[in-house]
C-alpha cells in the first residue's frame, strides 16, 4: 500500500521566516496531495491541496509543489505568524482506492515571536 | 465548522466495554471516512463507506466495525476495549468516492478514553 513519509517531525521558526515540510509518497499512483493543519485537540483542517496533474498552487501565504518523477511534495509557508503554530500532516490518495487518505506522520511547527 | 458532526466529545469506558461513535456527513455528502489518530501510529485510515455501503478498509481490528445508514450518518462500534484503542476517532466526509478526486472535511472527533 501507499507509504507517506514527512520532515521534519518539528521546525522551529522565528515569525517572519518561511517554513518547509516535504513529504516523499511511494505509490506512483496517487493523484491528490492534501494538506491538514491541527491545533492541539481540534480536528484537522483542509489548507491547500494539489492534484496530480498541477506543479504548484498558491493559497496566499501558503503554497504547495509537486514533483511526480520524484514523488514528493512539499509546503511553504511565507512571513509566518505565531498563528501559524500548530501541527502540519501532508496525505496522498487515489482514486482506485476510494480516496482514501494515508498520511504522513506531521510536523510539529512552532513560530516564535 | 466543517459541517461534519461526531458525538460524543468524550467517552470513558473500561477495557472489555463496547461503545458506539456517531457520525452525520456534510449535507449532500455520500462518503463517510473513519480515521484513529493515536500518540504512536499517527492518523490511520479504518474504513470508508459510500451511500451505505462499504468501499475501503484500512487496518481496522475484527473488534471494530462500522455502518451507514439511508440517512448517511455512520456509527463506528468498538468492541472488547483495551487499553491500546484509547485515541481520538475522526470521520471525515467528502462528496464522492471513486469517480473523483473529493476533499475530506473532517468532524471534532471523539476522544475515547479506555481505562
Known amino acids: 500500500g501507499e507509504n507517506v513519509e514527512q520532515h521534519p517531525s518539528t521546525l522551529s521558526v522565528q515569525e517572519g521566516d518561511s517554513a518547509v515540510i516535504k513529504c516523499t509518497y511511494s505509490?506512483?499512483?496517487?493523484?491528490?496531495f492534501p494538506w491538514y493543519k491541527q491545533e492541539l485537540g481540534k480536528r484537522p483542517q483542509l489548507i491547500i491541496d494539489?492534484?496530480?496533474?498541477?506543479g504548484e498552487k498558491k493559497d496566499q501565504r501558503i503554497a504547495v509543489t509537486l514533483n511526480k518523477t520524484a514523488k514528493h511534495f512539499s509546503l511553504h509557508i511565507t512571513e509566518t505568524q505565531p498563528e501559524d503554530s500548530a501541527v502540519y500532516f501532508c496525505?496522498?490518495?487515489?482514486?482506485?482506492?476510494?480516496?482514501?487518505?494515508?498520511f504522513g506522520g506531521g510536523t510539529r511547527v512552532l513560530v516564535k515571536p | 465548522d466543517s459541517g461534519v458532526t461526531q458525538t460524543p466529545k468524550h467517552l470513558i469506558t473500561a477495557t472489555g466495554q463496547r461503545v458506539t461513535l456517531r457520525c452525520s456527513p456534510r449535507s449532500g455528502d455520500l462518503s463517510v471516512y473513519w480515521y484513529q489518530q493515536s500518540l504512536d501510529q499517527g492518523l490511520q485510515f479504518l474504513i470508508q463507506y459510500y451511500n451505505g455501503e462499504e468501499r475501503a478498509k484500512g487496518n481496522i481490528l475484527e473488534r471494530f466495525s462500522a455502518q451507514q445508514f439511508p440517512d448517511l450518518h455512520s456509527e463506528l462500534n468498538l468492541s472488547s476495549l483495551e487499553l491500546g484503542d484509547s485515541a481520538l476517532y475522526f470521520c471525515?466526509?467528502?462528496?464522492?468516492?471513486?469517480?473523483?478526486?473529493?476533499?475530506?472535511?473532517f468532524g471534532p472527533g471523539t476522544r475515547l478514553t479506555v481505562l
Open positions: 505509490d506512483s499512483a496517487s493523484n491528490y
Open positions: 494539489i492534484r496530480s496533474n498541477v
Open positions: 471525515a466526509s467528502s462528496a464522492g468516492s471513486s469517480g473523483g478526486v473529493y476533499e475530506q472535511f
Open positions: 496525505a496522498a490518495s487515489k482514486k482506485a482506492a476510494g480516496n482514501k487518505l494515508t
